[in-house]
Each structure stands twice: as C-alpha cells, then as structure tokens.
C-alpha cells in the first residue's frame, strides 16, 4: 500500500492511497531501498541493499520500465546524483 500526505493549513494528515495501476518495476526477492530518476534521460535507477553488509547493486531502467543493465555498488547504495 501506498500513502500521500496532504498539507492542510493546520497539520498534517496521511491518507493511505490505493494504486490501481500495475508496477512499473517489480521488487522480487530483492531488498530495494533507493530510488532516482535522471532529469535528462528520465531512466530510473533502483538500489538493491542485499544483506546490508555486502556490497549492493543498482539497477537500470528506461522510463517504461524495461530493464538496461546492472552494477555492483558499493555498501548499502541508496543515493544517487545527476548531473
């Protein structure tokens, strides 16, 4: 489940949000735990922490989801920079 949080003038409130379209990137048995998306190219990049002690891997998309490639990073990968 997913949740949005709305910012009336006196506090916050989190409403839970059902998403009745399929996933663009399914989780599988891995652990993600980043997510960025390059301004420029709109290719999405997604972080596999594995077992927090092992180097992780991050994972490439297109913008319609179809995978690009992979690489080992380093320890728990979870920011990304674009430039």
């Known amino acids: ?8 003038a006196y506090g916050n409130w989190i409403l839970p949000l059902q998403l009745c379209l399929p996933a663009l990137i399914s989780q599988g048995s891995r652990n993600l735990y980043g997510l960025g998306v390059d301004p ?3 290719n999405i990049y997604v972080s ?9 891997k991050v994972y490439r998309y297109h913008p319609d989801g179809s995978l690009i490639d992979s690489f080992t990073a380093g320890v728990i990968p979870g920011g990304f920079y674009f430039q």
């Open 1 to 8: 489940m997913s949740f949005i949080i709305l910012m009336p």
């Open 40 to 42: 420029t190219t709109g």
């Open 48 to 56: 596999d922490a594995i077992d927090y002690v092992q180097k992780g």
